[in-house]
């Protein structure tokens, strides 16, 4: 045994990572020894003399980077769910290095020239289903990186990819320390509105930050945004709002605002570089939308009609403001506070009643229980594994048969040292090449920490949500990692995560989990059907927030944008012509919408949400039109797609799932937009 664990054999049981035994010194060796074996392992590939056939070029470049993979895996995860200093400064200093390592394989000339060769003779080579595909995907991954291009391109855009990988790493860090560096003390007077249990996570986030006898409220969404709802202070809803919203947005050393600019820029020369007129639609060449007009058709269909019910929500706001005496017009540190008020008078439905109800255990039940039945899968806790953090659960799944399926770590806590928002990775991906592997894979959401915990309505679906995408990756079937899980088109990725969302909210499911923390009676009848009333409400509110995002994004990445001199500015025009109410706040400001900025995943992406749930709300019709949520045909097509990963294109494989292409309706009706929609606003995006 070494004393750096990323050089040993893991016998851990199921492979899980040594966590007990990684420090933060053994990264950079590791990371690059990792770099140097790519590299061997890659030239070898590429100066063979032998003929480029499919396994010595194509499966062996998926058996290189073994030992990179596994390292970069665990850094990343670590340094999303629980970073220090130490590790803050790794990734600095390694993501350009990681970069230039990319791209270094991505230009090979050698090793392009033999990917070609093969892909020129594709249909000859007598490839099953699955290798053809990989191949295509192989070699337009290539062409996409500017493999094709001349010598001095091909230099520069190494050079925009190493610089972009910086600048991704700045951007997120400077958010993560604006949410680490924030937080509203309260006092005894401050908290007025607020119920037992926010103020039991707001007085167990004081004790994590040291403060003795007082309440905190953080930049963390389960923090701020109860805080928002239901605080009855207004001078204090404006304070949170604003340094919510600022985040990443302060002069000095973590401003992101020049990054942007940068971040912008530079993507719009790496489309130009590869024969595109915009970054947007260099990024929508290689989805299910294909092209920018189509997005922008999509997010038409819901702009207008959720701007109309969006105004209707504002006036009966406006009204109970008013007739509680608030003469001001209704701010977007307002919407939320008196939102929940409209609800309550309008449902007799009181947050505060509802959240008892959903405890974190039971809805972790509900949602492995949903898994169980749709797909036969179980899972076992295993306490006897070392984690990274005590926060963290580890789940043994198994199938129907008791064969094992992978591993399953659920980090749900937010908590200083872990960036906001929800997400799923992994540390190891599926795939079959050379025997089984079975994936191990993590869930992190940022539930405010109490005793007990317990979940808004949201915060419930948004469990559901990454637990869908935690399924695509365990239930993954297959051969080569590449393809493994969600390595799918950004725009289809959310789809198997929306549509697992659809059972949480299920009238059947929440008869049986939705059980009052303390007594374990379930939810009343009355409130149950209160609640199903009330899922619509607000729903103006909430697309308009994300699709003015989603709009935002279009525009960073579309023709004219690459020059950006004053990212405030240029977000309050594009606002501007899009009429956005000036009484609602975009979901995420540039300054901290970390899908775009962090990361290219989702630049020129966002709108991949709306996209998929077209998807999932036409998906799910199917199980209600059976009159079965769990209807076993249905459910045995569906997780054919949680297998397939990209072995197949993701139309194709929703067609075989539900027996033609998707509808549009089913989406305005679940958003309560059908009201508010006119078959002559845009033409239908279906395709």
């Not at 990681?98 to 230009?107: D, E, V, W």
């Not at 995907?137 to 290539?142: A, N, Y």
């Not at 630049?603 to 019709?621: C, I, R, T």
Request: glycine share 6%; hydrophobic share 45%; aromatic share 10%.
């Amino acid at each position: 045994m070494t004393d750096n664990p990323f050089f040993d054999a893991w016998t851990t049981p199921f492979g899980l990572p040594p966590f007990d035994r990684i420090r933060p010194e053994h990264f950079a060796d590791a990371f690059d020894r990792g770099m140097a074996l790519h590299l061997a392992e890659v030239k070898a590939i590429a100066a063979s003399v032998l003929p480029p056939d499919f396994a010595n070029t194509v499966e062996a470049l998926e058996r290189s980077g073994r030992l990179l993979e596994r390292v970069a895996n665990v850094f990343f995860n670590l340094s999303a769910s629980n970073t220090n200093d130490a590790l803050d400064a790794i990734e600095r200093d390694y993501a350009p290095r990681l970069a230039q390592h990319q791209m270094r394989i991505a230009l090979d000339a050698d090793l392009f020239r033999r990917i070609g060769a093969l892909y020129a003779e594709r249909h000859r080579l007598r490839l099953s289903e699955d290798q053809l595909r990989l191949l295509e995907r192989r070699h337009l991954s290539f062409v996409r990186s500017g493999a094709a291009l001349g010598p001095d391109a091909k230099s520069r855009m190494a050079a925009l990819s190493e610089r972009l990988a910086t600048l991704h790493t700045l951007f997120s860090q400077n958010v993560l320390h604006d949410e680490k560096e924030w937080h509203l003390v309260l006092q005894e007077g401050d908290l007025d509105g607020l119920s037992d249990d926010l103020r039991a996570a707001a007085a167990e986030a004081a004790k994590e930050r040291g403060i003795d006898g007082g309440w905190v409220i953080s930049l963390a969404r389960s923090s701020v945004e109860p805080f928002l709802t239901f605080s009855a202070r207004r001078d204090l809803r404006q304070v949170a709002y604003q340094a919510w919203t600022r985040r990443g947005g302060h002069s000095g050393a973590h401003d992101n605002r020049p990054l942007i600019g940068e971040i912008v820029a530079l993507r719009a020369e790496q489309a130009r570089l590869l024969g595109y007129d915009s970054y947007a639609a260099y990024k929508l060449d290689d989805s299910m939308a294909k092209t920018v007009g189509a997005v922008e058709g999509l997010l038409a269909q819901v702009w207008e009609p959720a701007k109309r019910k969006a105004a209707v929500e504002g006036e009966a706001l406006a009204a109970l403001a008013r007739a509680e005496g608030m003469n001001e017009p209704i701010a977007p540190w307002d919407w939320r506070y008196y939102a929940e008020k409209v609800r309550k008078a309008r449902y007799d439905l009181d947050e505060t009643e509802l959240k008892p109800y959903f405890a974190l255990d039971n809805m972790v039940q509900a949602a492995f229980d949903t898994a169980g039945r749709l797909f036969g899968v179980t899972f076992a806790e295993r306490t006897d594994l070392a984690v990274y953090h005590p926060d963290v659960r580890v789940y043994a799944v198994s199938d129907a048969a008791g064969r094992g399926v992978g591993l399953f770590l659920h980090d749900n806590f937010a908590r200083s040292g872990k960036r906001s928002g929800a997400w799923m990775s992994s540390y190891r991906d599926q795939e079959a090449l050379d025997g089984p592997v079975l994936p191990i894979v993590v869930n992190n959401n940022n539930v405010a920490k109490a005793l007990p915990t317990l979940l808004s309505f949201d915060d419930a679906r948004t469990l559901f949500h990454e637990f869908g995408h935690g399924l695509h990756g365990l239930l993954s079937q297959v051969r080569y990692s590449s393809q493994s899980g969600t390595a799918v088109r950004r725009d289809f990725v959310e789809f198997p995560s929306q549509l697992f969302e659809h059972w949480m909210s299920a009238p059947e499911t929440l008869r049986r989990y939705a059980l009052h923390q303390r007594t374990g009676l379930p939810i009343p009848e009355a409130l149950l059907q209160r609640l199903l009333a009330a899922r619509t409400f607000n729903q103006g509110f909430a697309t308009v927030e994300y699709t003015a995002a989603a709009l935002l994004d279009l525009a960073f990445h579309k023709d004219g944008a690459a020059d950006i001199a004053d990212v405030e500015d240029f977000e309050r025009q594009v606002l501007d012509r899009i009429g956005m109410p000036s009484e609602i706040g975009v979901r995420h400001r540039p300054v901290h919408f970390q899908h775009l900025f962090a990361g290219s995943g989702y630049a020129a992406g966002y709108y991949a949400y709306l996209w998929a749930e077209v998807l999932d709300a036409d998906g799910f019709a199917a199980f209600e039109e059976a009159g079965n949520l769990f209807e076993p045909g249905l459910a045995a097509r569906l997780k054919d797609i949680y297998a397939a990963g990209d072995t197949r294109d993701p139309m194709e494989l929703y067609t075989a799932f539900r027996g033609r292409p998707p509808r549009v309706e089913p989406l305005l009706e679940k958003r309560g937009l059908t009201a508010s929609f006119h078959h002559g606003d845009t033409e239908s995006t279906e395709e």
